[in-house]
């Protein structure tokens, strides 16, 4: 085993939050090294490029690592959820849609609203300026004044071109009364940071141009400018602890040569994901791990969509995948016979003609034979896809674990992941779908199909995008594994920067909470570096 | 490598005693699949005329491995097939029973042959002729969509609420019961 010059702070993971917390860290001048299992993602890797694209995202760029045979993959075994995420530097914004919106208010007052979710230790007002900083760095498009949301400043760039679907949608719901707003996106509208305005192709599964955030186009290129070292293939086996209670360093792999390093560190941030993360806590001796909350507390949100068919030639094939959101349900009203709300994420349509007969979030397919091109007439170009996307309850049931006895080949257990919707997630979705019905009504569609992403079984496997809650952020070192500064209740040189800590889901996609949350603990980090640097004892909540 | 060798790989013996066609004869009878499956239709090519069959036997290898090769192939004799010299009717009740015998097998080979269609450019000719502009590489020069209108297109609705950090207020979840009921019917399955 080789041993390396220490450094000031360890990042285990280069996806979205390691890149923001290496650039954070490493402009304070700190020495910054970031340990990342995968490789770069080059823009000529992305299938974008080839004509072949629809049939790579299915295959070798599936977002689903259980689907696709990547070196840089670790096995997680799963009897519910697809499992969706890239390793590689950038992380999962290699192959994500970006969506954009941001937690409400009382997404961090659960506790107080019904009693059936945490409070977080932190309220909105604590994450929003950091919301925008993230934004301003990363790069987004949207829209300021929606009233069902708090004040914002004006994102960097204009909403994203207002398509046809967008028109349909915002016909239907003002048909129904209810509440939408152009998508907030994680995608330029205009030029920006050095970065190409989005050319609309609608392919969003991550975006080689950079148009759409990807990290390491995105965040890398300032953490390296500012001093941040980054080793690719260094896959971390566990994380050391001392004598003192404070972690000491990493165990890693270098995949390159095989050869085994350990790497010291004054301060570990741990950065691998919703499942990464537990796993390799878990794995290291059960590692700030007191509470028994690592693992726990797995959120996916409940997820149901549809797809409908306007007679109107929309050409929805075109454009960003996002068109509008609507928050009309995204307070609880207990009338509904549930807790919490959710979102409605409206899309265009696939950018792929292939999908279009092949089958797209609803596997509505073409029938083959002579009306073939009759339905493919029909079909293309009509269609608008929507996501009804939910807060689900907190169940420690639901968890990422590790296989007792079998290991990858570099020894690490393998993860095992489980996760069941509950009663009020149920009710939730039944709900959810009653109103996709409304949606597609509204719209006059000639045709519409919805989607439960359950098996012939019964089994729920939902497009497990958002893996979160596994080291959850609380107030009580019992019932939560970091502080309100993302720091370990257990390992105070510890922080955990992803999206594991969030203490509820909300109604949206995560990413942009995740981000402004890591830049958040970042900035702690590098204002308390000194003192946390030989403390033993974590900040209180 | 013999013929069976490569047909029917793993496979003691082909699937009757007297289906054993050669590489050229399996060519033909994965073409003649595709086109019942997609056939021309006025300005639409079948998908033969577009060689799918040569892209369905590319990834059959690539994805699935050499013996869902002698998978497909015995299928479809065992549905009837080959078809050369069958009637359109026939072939179409070929196809039929192996779709009802092998649906899993099936449906991978009908989705990689519709998407191995539309990616070819000359069906992506077809489509623009339709009116849509279409381009089968999208990402090289996007679609050009006018710009969001902040004036024109910034919703005047004026719909939409949020409850504030300090108005977040008890609700009552008494009548829920979420502790008792149980709901057995969720999802598509009402």
């Given at each position: ?77 799963s009897d519910s959820s ?17 969506i954009?919106p941001r937690y409400r208010p009382s997404d961090f007052r659960k506790q107080d609203e019904h009693g059936l979710q945490p409070n977080w230790p932190i309220a909105y007002e604590d994450v929003a300026?950091?919301y ?16 069902a949301m708090p ?27 209810w509440h ?93 994901n919703g499942v990464?993360t537990p796993?390799?806590l ?6 700030a791990n007191q509470s028994d909350q690592v693992g726990r507390n797995l959120l996916h949100h409940t997820l149901v969509s ?19 959101i609507s928050r009309e349900f995204a307070e609880t009203d207990t009338s509904r016979g549930f807790v919490n709300g959710f979102n409605f994420n ?41 996501h009804a996307i939910g807060d689900d309850l907190p169940n420690p049931e639901n968890r990422v674990s ?14 095992w992941l489980h996760y069941q919707p509950g009663e009020n997630d149920k009710r939730m979705m039944n709900y959810m779908l009653d109103r996709l ?15 439960d992403y359950r098996?012939?079984?019964g089994v729920y496997r939902t497009p497990a995008w958002h893996m979160i809650g596994t080291c959850r952020m609380g107030g009580d070192p019992e019932t939560s594994v970091v502080n309100k500064w993302n720091?370990s209740w ?6 955990i920067?992803d999206g594991s800590v969030l203490a509820t889901g909300g109604v949206v996609n995560p990413t942009p909470t995740i981000?402004a949350l890591?830049?958040r ?19 209180a909540a | ?159 939409g609420h949020f409850i504030a950090t300090a108005d977040v207020r008890r609700v009552d979840t008494s009548t829920l019961d979420l502790e008792t009921e149980r709901t057995q019917a969720w999802g598509l399955k009402r």
């Open positions: 085993m080789t041993k390396n010059e220490p450094c000031d702070v360890l990042i285990i993971g280069a996806g979205a939050t390691g890149s923001l917390a290496a650039t954070v860290l490493a402009r304070a001048g700190l020495d910054v090294l970031c340990l990342e299992q995968g490789d770069w993602v080059e823009p000529g890797d992305h299938p974008h490029y080839s004509a072949d694209w629809t049939w790579q995202r299915r295959t070798n760029w599936n977002s689903d690592v259980n689907k696709r045979h990547h070196p840089d993959d670790y096995p997680v075994v697809q499992v969706l995420m890239w390793n590689g530097v950038g992380g999962s914004t290699n192959v994500y849609g970006a954009w300026p950091f925008e900083a993230a934004d301003r760095m990363i790069g987004v498009s949207g829209l300021a004044g929606d009233t004040p914002r400043e004006k994102p960097p760039t204009r909403p994203l071109p207002f398509t046809r679907a967008a028109g349909r949608l915002a016909q239907a719901f003002d048909k129904l009364d939408w707003w152009p998508a907030e996106a994680g995608v330029i509208s205009e030029n920006y940071d050095g970065r190409p305005a989005c050319n609309g192709c609608g392919i969003c599964n991550g975006c080689p141009r950079g148009s759409m955030s990807k990290y390491s186009l995105s965040i890398w290129p300032k953490a390296l400018a500012a001093g941040a070292r980054l080793r690719t293939h260094a896959r971390v086996l566990r994380i050391e602890k001392g004598l003192d209670g404070r972690a000491t360093g990493a165990l890693f792999l270098d995949r390159n040569t095989g050869i085994t390093e350990f790497q010291p560190a004054r301060l570990v941030i741990v950065a691998a990464g796993r390799l878990l794995a290291s001796d059960n590692l549809s797809e409908m068919w306007v007679e109107e030639s929309i050409d929805s094939h075109m454009g960003y995948v996002a068109s509008l409206c899309l265009t349509s696939t950018s792929s003609a292939g999908e279009v007969a092949a089958g797209w979030i609803t596997e509505t397919k073409a029938p083959w034979g002579r009306d073939h091109h009759r339905w493919f007439e029909r079909h293309f170009g009509h269609c608008i896809g929507i590790l296989d007792p006895s079998i290991t990858d080949k570099d020894g690490i257990p393998v993860a019905v409304d949606i597609a009504e509204a719209a006059g569609a000639f045709e519409y199909k919805l989607q098996d012939k079984d720091q257990d390992v105070p040189n510890l922080f920067v981000s890591a830049l603990a970042a900035t702690y980090i590098r204002d308390n570096f000194r003192e946390l640097s030989g403390t033993t004892r974590s900040a | 490598m013999t013929v069976d060798a490569i047909l029917f790989p793993s496979a003691d013996a082909p699937p009757n005693g007297n289906a054993k066609p050669a590489p050229a004869e399996a060519a033909a009878l994965l073409a003649d699949f595709v086109e019942v499956l997609i056939p021309g239709e006025g300005d639409w090519p079948s998908a033969a005329t577009v060689g799918v069959q040569a892209m369905l036997a590319t990834r059959l290898f690539e994805d699935l491995g050499r013996g869902h090769f002698a998978r497909l192939a015995t299928a479809i004799i065992a549905a009837g097939g080959p078809f050369a010299g069958r009637s359109e009717e026939e072939r179409v009740a070929i196809v039929q029973r192996f779709e009802a015998t092998e649906p899993a097998l099936f449906g991978w080979v009908r989705d990689a042959a519709y998407i191995a269609y539309y990616e070819n450019p000359f069906v992506g000719a077809v489509i623009n002729a339709q009116g849509h502009p279409y381009d089968v590489r999208p990402h090289l020069k996007g679609y050009p969509l006018a710009p969001f209108d902040v004036e024109r297109q910034t919703p005047r609705h004026g719909r």
